[in-house]
């Protein structure tokens, strides 16, 4: 819904401007070679042996993992959720995101307009337009709804980025709060969006907006109410 999908290079599909961590090797997971001959540690001595070290470190590994996990599946949704009320036209009015491209070109962003259909095949279409310079951009993306309500996913064709959509809430006629986590091979980043019928809307949403952001571990210079404008509203589909 809106901005177009977003990675190391611009936000999601779901905001209007197409917006590393690496990941070093755990030297220590690679035992040295046992040689042959060698005589074994013995029962008692004291020493550890490789596959007890290899053992233990992936089992802390492995609960980091469950934790993380367990993170992204704490995010809310909408409960009941009703695809086709989801429909229509759309405005961004918030964004928040971790990406580093978000951080740099925030002071470009501006307001954008974003239009959802569903498919014949019950995914959604989602079809933004946004200021680009002195043009109107539009951007075209295909949301593949899952099993879960409310939940789709993604993958940007140029970054090559995954996204975990999912609605956090909607009344349908008034807001929508739109959550993504999106991975790819050097990192991943959470992006938040607001999304509502109008161009205004009023401080208790905006506070719901920056509260709900900030609790996915955004700061106040990530989150941004993206300044209303005129440009390229007319051109939305």
Known sequence: MGWPAQSTGPPGPLHCLPINRGSAECPALTAPPTRLG??????????AGSGDMQATLLSILGLALLGALHAQDNIPMQANFQQDKLTGRWYSIGLASSSNWFKDKKHLMKMCTTVITVTADGNLEVNSTYPKGDQCEKKNSLYIKTEQPGRFSYTSPRWGSKHDIRVVETNYDEYALVATRISKSTGTSTMVLLY??????????????????????LTDEEILILPQTDKCMAEAA
């Open 196 to 217: 509502s019928r109008t161009k205004e809307l009023s401080p208790e949403r905006l506070e719901r907006f920056t509260q709900f952001s900030k609790e996915q571990g």
């Open 38 to 47: 060698s005589t074994p540690a013995r029962l008692g001595s004291g020493k």
